[in-house]
């Protein structure tokens, strides 16, 4: 158990390297010099220099991208001139509506889509299963803002009975409790959660209809055990491990959508500040969030390896 | 029952008959798109600004003359015909597409080719592919076009560059299974190059669960495009790019939403068509290789 966790931990090293790497080598593709591109277009050449000395700037690149890790290691990520703060300090400030909209997508996509993919694998074939496919071809194929925007003209516009965009804080001194914040978010949970609901539906059904061909399962019946006992216990149980699998690689998917749906709706999160920094060409803060959320994604997998442990008995390291 | 043809076997799937047909027929759009009653897609006329869907009203042009014209999806917020824009948009796409998908296969097959056949460079390839993997896509995509600038070919390499982790293990696999068979140990006997034996040995036997990862690197680089713009961060605002029509509506979305959904119906059918094209094609070509 210990060593299959230190396994994991020390695989996650090499990744984490590479990100890192290419995140620090992202800033050198920009055209110019790095210390002006860091510290904006706003600075003065006085200040500059005080970035070049401040990062290490002058020192040769190997060096720089030591500096540079050694102070993420400290979870410094960087200073943001054009917000004129550090860019963790905005992480923080921006983090609670994203993780509101991808905690709460990915509880309610699960939810929805395991049970679905279920019943469909079930009844191989039947309407659920077929409704099911069509729904995830359409789910791959239909972007997330074109979603997002159907959804507002239907239930916002037409019928009036959410609200367009924006946020509600749930913690904090602006905060106005627990119904404007659902109301707020209801519509991004629907909008990001489809094409998570239809990735998570299409492996469960895969993954159940295939332990139900099982040998154990016609023993179970035979056994007389309700049908609903032998769907859970025995096919969902033997099918885990490749559903929470797709849920963690899923995540990859959901950041990119959680982006494109704080966009949509206004969302004052993680995503938006990505596209707000884009378009200021704010380096710093850009490079803050992909590794930010990088990480993020990594560690989730990694969680998502250790829970094998619990899901099958079978897999010992 | 004598054994089809693969271009029977193709033309017999229904999948990839339909997926084809709309790609045709957006190729055709995207040829044709001067015909198809289109203005300059970049074309003023301040008089259609919002104009509702369906005005009939001549159209006025930069030089002053004047055609007449039917806006069938109506003006944008510029006055420009949104209908244009969205046949002219066909174009930028469709090459998007293709040039994002090109460019992920030939990155992805070099690298993968290197780490199959090569078995040094294998362990620190593969390390790296795995670290860039980490990165979500549209992140990475992201990041890249702010490095590089908003031009139509950087935003073909940043679409393409999240792509090209996954081609490459799959182009890995494939050349390590090939470089085993019979045929390349007798090329290998008679003292081929190994450039040769790659090329023209394990390549060609490579090439049906490429074309089928390309179709489906081609549908998703549609969608990231149509992102990016729309987003705001990927190619220039004046190109007329589905999602770039798309960001240009949502300002005023609330009082007119057909900007942000004219382009949808033409965004959608693509993507679900090249989806379809690459499932269709990947049971009748590769039919051992699952999806993703």
């Known amino acids: 158990m210990l060593r299959f966790l230190i396994q994991r931990l020390l695989a996650v090293v090499p990744v984490l390297l590479v990100v890192s790497i290419v995140v620090f080598l992202i800033l050198r593709l920009a055209p110019g010099d790095p210390a002006a591109v860091i510290a904006g277009n706003s600075a003065t050449s006085q200040e500059i220099e005080q970035v070049r000395k401040q990062l290490g700037l002058d020192q040769p690149l190997v060096m720089q991208y030591g500096i540079w890790v050694g102070k993420v290691l400290q979870g410094d990520l960087g200073y943001s001139f054009y917000l004129n703060k550090p860019v963790s300090a905005l992480i923080a400030q921006r983090i609670e509506p994203t993780l509101a909209l991808a905690f709460g997508t990915i509880v309610l996509a699960v939810l929805i889509a395991v049970p679905l993919g279920t019943l469909a694998a079930w009844r191989l074939g039947g309407w659920l299963d077929r409704l099911l496919s069509g729904f995830s071809v359409l789910g791959f194929s239909v972007p997330v803002f074109v979603i997002g925007y159907v959804l507002i003209y239907l239930f916002s516009m037409q019928l009036s009975i959410l609200p367009v965009q924006g946020y509600k804080r749930l913690f904090g001194s602006d905060a106005q409790g627990l119904w404007p914040w659902l109301r707020h978010l209801i519509l991004p949970w629907a909008t990001l959660g489809l094409i998570y609901i239809a990735l998570i539906a299409r492996v469960t059904r895969a993954s159940v209809s295939e332990a139900l061909t099982e040998d154990y399962i016609r023993t179970a019946r035979a056994k007389g055990i309700n049908e609903v006992a032998v769907l859970l216990r025995h096919a969902l149980a033997n099918a885990a491990v490749p559903i929470v699998t797709v849920i963690g690689i899923g995540v990859a998917l959901l950041i990119g959508g959680v982006v494109v749906t704080e966009t949509v709706y206004s969302i004052p999160g993680l995503g938006s500040l990505t596209v707000e920094a884009v378009l200021n060409r704010d380096f710093p803060m850009i490079q803050g969030v992909v590794l930010f959320f990088s990480v993020l994604y990594v560690l989730i997998n990694l969680l998502v390896d250790v829970s094998y442990l619990f899901l099958d008995p079978r897999i010992r390291y | ?292």
């Open chain 2, 1 to 292: 029952m004598a054994q089809a043809s693969t271009w029977q076997r193709l033309s017999r799937n229904g999948a990839v008959r339909f997926g084809a047909s709309v790609l045709l027929v957006l190729v055709l759009v995207a040829l044709a798109a001067p015909w198809l009653g289109t203005v300059d897609p970049a074309a003023m006329d301040a008089s259609h600004i919002y104009a509702p869907a369906g005005t009939r009203a001549p159209f006025a042009m930069a030089d002053g003359s004047s055609v007449p014209h039917a806006l069938l999806m109506g003006g944008d917020s510029l006055g420009r015909d949104i209908w244009s824009r969205v046949v002219y948009g066909t174009r930028v796409s469709l090459l998007v597409g293709l040039f994002t998908a090109i460019v992920a296969l030939a990155l992805g097959v070099v690298a993968g080719t290197i780490a199959g056949y090569f078995r040094r460079a294998d362990a620190i390839l593969m390390r790296f592919m795995d670290g860039l993997m980490a990165i979500p896509a549209i992140l990475l995509a992201i990041a890249l076009v702010a490095a590089l600038g908003a031009k139509v070919w950087t935003v073909v390499v940043a679409i393409a560059i999240p792509e090209v982790p996954r081609v490459t293990r799959l182009v890995r696999s494939l050349v390590l299974t090939l470089r085993e068979e019979p045929f390349v140990e007798a090329a290998r006997a008679l003292a081929t190059p190994t450039p040769v034996i790659l090329v023209r040995h394990i390549l060609p036997n490579a090439m049906a669960p490429m074309i089928v990862q390309g179709t489906f690197i081609m549908a998703s680089a549609v969608l990231t495009e149509a992102i990016l713009s729309f987003l705001g961060l990927g190619l220039p605002p004046d190109v007329p790019t589905w999602g770039n029509i798309m960001a240009e509506g949502r300002i005023a979305f609330s009082q007119y939403p057909g900007a942000v959904l004219w382009p949808a119906l033409f965004l959608v059918p693509t993507v679900l068509a090249v989806n379809l094209l690459g499932d269709g094609l990947r049971d009748v070509l590769d039919p051992k290789f699952a999806k993703r």
